[in-house]
């Protein structure tokens, strides 16, 4: 299957303070792109969709001006967290489609942000 | 929008034993059914999927059925092993006409524990 890479894998970061988080596509290319929020024992939460050479699409109660997304290649999507706090602690995942015919949306690894 | 239920949360086998998760959703126009496997600190890996032209699906140990006028489908794996231990999602979502990737509707998730 595709693969689909996140970096970094683990941040601690100070609250206040911004974190990015990188999601790529490694061998093809992703018109969109998604990014998800779980926290412990919970399933996925979409938090916004990323579509590339345009703006996010983001969900009902996700701050769009602290989770900044940029969709800017079809190869790499990016999920800043700005002016983090404790309550962002979570692990954050992205996942890639292809544009048509194929319906596979792919997972990267997962990047588990702590706010101290 | 689409709703996805997913049952059991928990489900313990004996290993060599079989294992049957299931899911309904809500939305009759949803085509394409997929299921993932998460291990603890990872992203869901894509283990199987089912599109709604089609009744059942079988990799090796791994089955999927899909039954659209109950609107539900299920996970089967037989001849469990210690390794098939993690959680597993099912998720549902349907196409626009244009084609393009559409987002994924979670269910809440089942920890498989497959017992030595």
């Known amino acids: 299957g595709a693969v689909v890479s996140q970096h970094p894998s683990r941040v601690i970061c100070k609250s206040g303070t911004s974190v990015k988080i990188e999601c790529r596509s490694l061998d093809f290319q992703a018109t969109t792109m998604f990014w998800y929020r779980q926290f412990p024992k919970k399933s996925l939460m979409l938090m916004a969709t990323s579509n590339e050479g345009s703006k996010a699409t983001y969900e009902q109660g996700v701050e769009k001006d602290k989770f900044l997304i940029n969709h800017a290649s079809l190869t790499l999507s990016t999920l800043t967290v700005t002016s983090a706090h404790p309550e962002d602690s979570s692990f954050y995942i992205c996942?890639?489609?292809?544009?048509?015919?194929?319906?596979?949306?792919?997972f990267g690894p997962g990047t588990r942000l702590t706010v101290t | 929008g689409e709703n996805v239920e997913q049952h059991p949360s928990t489900l313990s086998v004996q290993e060599g034993d079989s294992a049957v998760i299931k899911c309904t959703y809500s939305?009759?126009?949803?085509?394409?059914f997929p299921w993932y496997k998460q291990e603890l600190g990872k992203g869901p890996q894509l283990i199987i999927d089912?599109?709604?032209?089609?009744g059942e699906k079988k990799d090796q140990r791994i089955a999927v059925t899909l039954n659209k006028t109950a609107k539900h489908f299920s996970l089967h794996i037989t001849e469990t092993q210690p390794e098939d231990s993690a959680v597993y999602f099912c998720?549902?979502?349907?196409?626009?006409?244009?084609?393009?990737?559409?987002?994924?509707?979670f269910g809440s998730g089942t920890q498989l524990t497959v017992l030595p």
């Open positions: 089912i599109r709604s032209n089609v």
């Open positions: 939305d009759s126009a949803s085509n394409y």
């Open positions: 998720a549902a979502r349907g196409t626009s006409p244009s084609g393009s990737a559409r987002q994924l509707t």
């Open positions: 996942s890639a489609g292809e544009w048509g015919g194929s319906y596979e949306q792919y």
